[in-house]
């Protein structure tokens, strides 16, 4: 195994520790904590980490690109754009709210001072947001759906209540997360002018379309 190989199984075992320790609460986040988790010593997390501040946000980057990647899969699956939206909407509100969504909320103050943290959520927020105003300008253009604003509005209004709603079980709102979907679906229907279909039929229709060929 390589020096460059070593080197990313540690960083990788460090980021680990990292949400191991923000699990138990943001408080009690720092390079100590992390270095008892992965039993280094904190010179050793600092080696590989030049700062706990670059630490989070490689944590934190990790997991906004799983999460992206997750939702970009969606948008290319051999589906109408109807469908492809009606199950990227599906996806913008987790059914559990992650121990790494509750760190991510708990520290959006620190975002303010941090200008890698600010880079990283105006990155996820871009992408998801074109995600859906290409999956828009798609279906505008095959006559699936009639926007009534721009399509970058349109994206932007859905991505910006997917961070709302995704918000509501920290603060202690208790809507139902398929009452809060449909709240997205409702704005999306109105802005498109279209009828989405419920997803759990999609994806029925998807795992029954190579049987049927």
């Known amino acids: 195994m390589s020096k460059t190989e070593r080197q990313a199984i540690r960083r990788g075992e460090l980021v680990s520790a990292f949400w191991k320790v923000a699990s138990r609460g943001s408080a009690g986040v720092n390079v100590r904590a992390v270095a008892a988790e992965a039993k280094v010593s904190p010179a050793s997390v600092l080696y590989y980490f030049p700062s706990m501040d670059a630490l989070a946000t490689t944590a934190l980057d990790g997991v906004m690109e799983e999460f992206y990647e997750r939702r970009k899969v969606l948008t290319e699956l051999p589906l109408s754009a109807t469908d492809r939206l009606a199950l990227l909407i599906q996806g913008g509100i987790p059914e559990v709210v992650s121990d790494e969504l509750k760190w991510v909320y708990a520290n959006n103050a620190s975002v303010i001072e ?20 290409t999956l828009i300008e798609i279906g505008r253009a095959v006559g699936e759906f009639e926007p009534v604003h721009p399509s970058d509005e349109i994206a932007r209004c859905i991505v910006a209540l997917e961070d709302s709603f995704g918000f509501y079980p920290l603060i202690g709102m208790t809507p139902p997360r398929a009452v809060l979907l ?32």
């Not at 600010?118 to 871009?126: D, F, G, I, K, N």
């Not at 709240?183 to 999306?188: L, N, P």
């Open 182 to 213: 449909q709240h997205i679906r409702d704005y999306a229907e109105l802005s498109l002018r279209c009828s989405l279909p419920r997803p759990e039929d999609v994806i029925a229709r998807s795992a029954a379309s190579p049987a049927q060929s």
């Open 114 to 133: 941090n200008p890698s943290l600010q880079a990283l959520h105006r990155s996820l927020t871009e992408r998801q947001v074109m995600l859906f105003r």
